[in-house]
């Protein structure tokens, strides 16, 4: 189940302001750094738009129900027979999983962390796609994707694009 949790502006300040102990101003820049950082981390990995609606199969609004509410909502619906996990719906969840844990890896790794990279996973095996300007770096992103737990076999379809120097 997909489920996107929402809240006003102002339950989220307080929010803010009650568990960082900051000013409105300073709560409301803090919300806006974190959103800004959530939206750009789910566009580099999933290449989406965290807040389009049609990805979601319900959204909560903490500004109109209790946390409480929402997590025993959550847990209702989870029990009808369309939220079941299936054996492809788990398949395709680890498979997801172990794309953005290598994802993570590789743009936290300083050698690799300026290359925009696409990576997809299947029962273990992980295909990373791309272009660099840098021939070691096709070594150290297999490198840095052999290091995720899960991942058994690292194809690379890392294109090498040298730098023509005219003269």
Known sequence: ?????????DSRIKAARA???LGPAEALAHIDKVDKEWRQWVRFLFAVEWDDPNLYDVVLN????????????VARLIEYEEF?????SRRAMENLTLASRVSAK??????TRE???????EDGIVTISG???????NEAIQAVAREVDGVTEVRSNVVFMPTFQGG
Not at 62 to 72: G, K, V, Y
Not at 84 to 88: D, F, Q, Y
């Open 62 to 73: 903490l500004s109109r129900m209790s946390l409480a509410t929402a997590c025993e909502t």
């Open 1 to 9: 189940m997909r489920v996107r949790v929402i809240a006003d502006m």
């Open 84 to 88: 079941k996990a299936t054996a492809e």
């Open 131 to 137: 272009e660099t300007r840098l021939q070691p770096l």
């Open 19 to 21: 568990q960082q102990a």
């Open 115 to 121: 290359v925009a990279l696409e990576v997809v996973a």
């Open 106 to 111: 590789l743009a936290m790794d300083p050698r």
